[in-house]
């Protein structure tokens, strides 16, 4: 049971925009970086957004990621077929001093 | 960066198992690098489970771990070899996953390479 929730899933079409929805507590997004990963099946995680609003480099800017309270957000603009995958945001949190991962997010096209 | 993993394999519930990853690319053991590791794991079909870290950089190494591996799980390391362990005893069902070692670019926890994982499964 992951103390960070995300819907499970949310679809676009081509070159459409779509947010995915982090929400914590204060022992986590409200007082820690959120770093967000993409997950496509049968690979490795790749970190995708660092310390709330980072971009690796490499990343394309249609990702970008922000945090409002305890909720953090993943937009994707622009979206790209190579863009389906599970998303997951994570953070670290004070209460149980560990990092936490969300319940995954699966992107598909419409 | 590039990492490893390896020692993934059936094991009966109650048992225990090794798990290593070998890192290239940086030193496990240079104060001057973020030596800092994680190991994370996803059972089939399921969610990413961060299983715990250890700050590498020389001297001694003081790993932090999940509630869900705490006292069953270990985290190491062998400097010489530029490796980092996984060491899981009284293993269930429960814990099984693919584990994926990672290294920490930056704290807390941000993982910026990662290996390709090696599949753990607990089975009767």
């Known amino acids: 049971q992951s103390v960070l929730t995300q819907p499970p899933s949310t679809s676009g079409t081509p070159g459409q925009r779509v947010t995915i929805s982090c929400s914590g507590s204060s022992s986590n997004i409200g007082s820690e970086t959120v770093d967000w990963y993409q997950n496509l099946p049968g690979t490795a995680p790749k970190l995708l957004i660092h310390t709330t609003n980072q971009r690796p480099s490499g990343v394309p800017d249609r990702f970008s990621g922000s945090k409002s309270d305890t909720s953090a957000f993943l937009a994707i603009s622009g979206l790209q077929s190579e863009d389906e995958a599970d998303y997951y945001c994570a953070a670290w949190d004070d209460s149980l001093n560990g990092y936490v991962f969300g319940t995954g997010t699966k992107v598909t096209f419409l | 960066v590039e990492l490893e993993e390896s020692g993934g394999d059936l094991i009966t519930p109650g048992g225990s198992l090794r798990l290593s990853c070998a890192a290239s690319?940086?030193?496990?053991?240079?104060?001057?690098?973020?030596?800092?590791m994680s190991w994370v794991r996803q059972a089939p079909g399921k969610g990413l489970e961060w299983v715990g870290r250890?700050?590498?950089?020389?001297?001694?190494?003081?790993?932090e771990y999940a509630a869900a591996v705490k006292g069953r799980f270990s985290i190491s390391r062998d400097d010489s070899k530029n490796t980092l362990y996984l060491d899981m005893n009284s293993l269930t069902t429960e814990d099984t996953a693919t584990y994926f070692c990672?290294?920490?670019?930056?704290?807390?926890?941000?993982?910026?390479?990662w290996g390709q994982g090696t599949l753990v499964t607990v089975s009767s």
């Open positions: 690319g940086f030193s496990l053991s240079s104060p001057f690098s973020h030596a800092w």
């Open positions: 250890l700050r590498g950089g020389g001297g001694g190494a003081t790993p």
């Open positions: 990672a290294w920490i670019s930056k704290l807390p926890s941000v993982m910026t390479s």
